[in-house]
């Protein structure tokens, strides 16, 4: 992809993203409970890793020809690392001993 069309493609990608913050935090004043605000987090949370990813491999695609591979490989390890890094555990655990 070209270094152009890939810089136009991230700042679409972030000022989306910058909408959808909006209109979330728009949303948690319309429907002001608890519930409600956790719900449209969760939604947002979605979308960001998913635009998230869409930025970074963007990115990559353009840097692809222009620098070395291992460069590349630490600019995506680091990426995965982030999304890794963020999720949540999954529910399904052994209880701690003081736990009843």
């Given at each position: 992809m070209e270094g152009e069309l890939a810089t136009w493609v991230m700042t679409a990608a972030r000022f989306l993203i910058v909408v959808i913050a909006v209109t979330a935090g728009l949303l948690m004043i319309k429907y002001p409970t608890v519930e409600a605000s956790l719900r449209i987090n969760a939604v947002v949370a979605m979308v960001n890793v998913?635009?998230?990813?869409?930025?970074?491999?963007?990115?990559?695609?353009?840097?692809?020809?222009?620098?070395?591979?291992?460069?590349?490989?630490?600019?995506?390890?680091?990426?995965?690392?982030?999304?890794?890094?963020?999720?949540?555990?999954?529910?399904?655990?052994?209880?701690?001993?003081?736990?009843?």
């Open positions: 998913l635009l998230f990813s869409l930025i970074n491999f963007v990115g990559i695609g353009a840097l692809a020809g222009k620098v070395p591979v291992y460069k590349l490989g630490l600019v995506i390890a680091g990426s995965l690392m982030i999304i890794f890094g963020t999720m949540k555990p999954k529910a399904n655990r052994m209880p701690l001993e003081n736990e009843s």
